[in-house]
């Protein structure tokens, strides 16, 4: 398993998205306003809007938290929007290809930051271009091994469209091209099967594989970027056994 999946799985055992709930309500709130303010804040018709209001609903965020979001967002709520969205590029330990996606109302402050984690955790941030094209958009549903049925899940998934059902360690991981997420998505949740998680994102095409140290390194590299206020994703091409994670998860 490597990158995100590997990242989200790690973050799953270790319980770290309880913990730091109040920082994702803020992402999420932040993302929410941006897509309201850009193509409007009817979720039937904003795709980036519906896809966001999915998310924050799965981290169990109040209903009115999401109203007040998309109102900011259209110009109808207190304080109005000046987000702007920012793509670093960079590697990180082992020369592991890392994006990372902000939404700032300080440019100049956050690349600052994100350079010094960078340098920080043993690596450097790059130019424009230098790893995107290794990252591919794709959705991704992911499930526990023991609560579903790998023959059933197989057949759901690549008849609602999904291009794949990949097994990853202990967990099934559904892939889907973007245009056909929501609809792969919304056949499982019909269907009344549970899932750990569901995302959109940057999926790399390929991987690094990364020894304890290199590894240890880069899981921090991953924390304190995620840490950071203005960083709303991070995606990484890391590549780490399951032995040397169970070392570096205790």
């Not at 398993?1 to 109040?22: C, L, N, V």
């Not at 994702?24 to 306003?33: A, D, S, V």
């Not at 965020?61 to 999401?66: A, E, F």
């Not at 793509?87 to 690349?111: Q, S, W």
Request: charged share 30%; net charge negative.
């Amino acid at each position: 398993m490597s990158g995100h999946s590997k990242w989200s799985t790690i973050k799953r055992k270790k319980g770290a998205i309880d913990a730091k709930r109040g920082k994702i309500f803020t992402k999420l709130i932040k993302e929410i306003t941006l897509a309201a303010r850009l193509g409007g804040g009817d979720a039937e018709a904003n795709a980036r809007l519906r896809q966001a209001i999915m998310a924050a609903k799965e981290e169990n965020m109040p209903k009115d938290n999401i109203d007040r979001a998309i109102k900011k967002g259209i110009g109808s709520g207190e304080g109005g929007s000046n987000y702007e969205e920012v793509t670093y590029e960079g590697y990180g330990p082992g020369g592991v290809a890392v994006l990372v996606e902000v939404m700032t109302d300080n440019k100049n402050r956050t690349v600052a930051e994100i350079r010094h984690i960078f340098s920080k955790h043993g690596g450097n941030l790059g130019e424009n271009g230098c790893v995107a094209w290794i990252f591919e958009k794709k959705g991704s549903i992911v499930f526990d091994k023991n609560v579903v049925d790998e023959d059933e899940l197989m057949e759901l998934a690549l008849e609602a469209g999904a291009e794949d059902v990949r097994e990853e360690g202990d967990e099934f991981q559904v892939i889907t091209d973007p245009g056909s997420y929501e609809q792969v998505r919304k056949v499982i949740d019909d269907k009344g099967l549970v899932y750990l998680g569901a995302t959109l994102g940057m999926m790399p095409q390929n991987s690094v594989k990364l020894e304890t140290g290199k590894a240890e390194q880069m899981l921090k590299m991953m924390e304190k970027l995620e840490d950071n206020d203005d960083v709303q994703n991070v995606w990484a091409n890391f590549d780490i056994s399951d032995e040397i994670l169970e070392k570096l998860a205790t």
